[in-house]
């Protein structure tokens, strides 16, 4: 069983920056996706970016493009999702998933098997 644990919400100002670490354990972490996604009050769940497993290509939300990075150190079994110039919108709980994907690539599409609680990130105004 893959377990997945996030980490590293907060509360932040407008134009500030945060970093959320997913940490997935049970399996394989060079062989499996990993992607975050975020649900804010009222709102439905929605794909943020998510990155592959062996050849670590990238996929971002157009509304994240420009100002989220998402890493991988496979060493540490850990996805970074690097959040810089946060807005007010941006605020929800965000979710890390996992998904066994040893040779394809991940998109806002990818349907994952393994979720995390949830971290709430929250940018004032």
């Known amino acids: 069983e893959v377990q997945v644990v996030e980490s590293g919400g907060g509360l932040v100002q407008a134009g500030g920056s945060l970093r959320l670490s997913c940490v997935a354990s049970g399996d394989t972490f060079d062989d499996y996706a990993i992607g975050w996604y975020r649900q804010a009050p009222g709102m439905q769940r929605e794909a943020v970016s998510c990155?592959?497993?062996?050849?670590?290509?990238?996929y971002y939300e157009d509304f994240v493009k420009g100002r989220f990075t998402i890493s991988r150190d496979n060493s540490r079994n850990t996805v970074y999702l690097q959040m810089n110039r946060l807005k007010p919108e941006d605020t929800a709980i965000y979710y890390c998933a996992a998904e066994k994907l040893p040779w394809g690539y991940c998109s806002g599409y990818l349907q994952y098997t393994y979720w995390g609680r949830g971290a709430q990130v929250t940018v004032s105004s």
């Open positions: 990155i592959s497993s062996r050849d670590e290509r990238t």
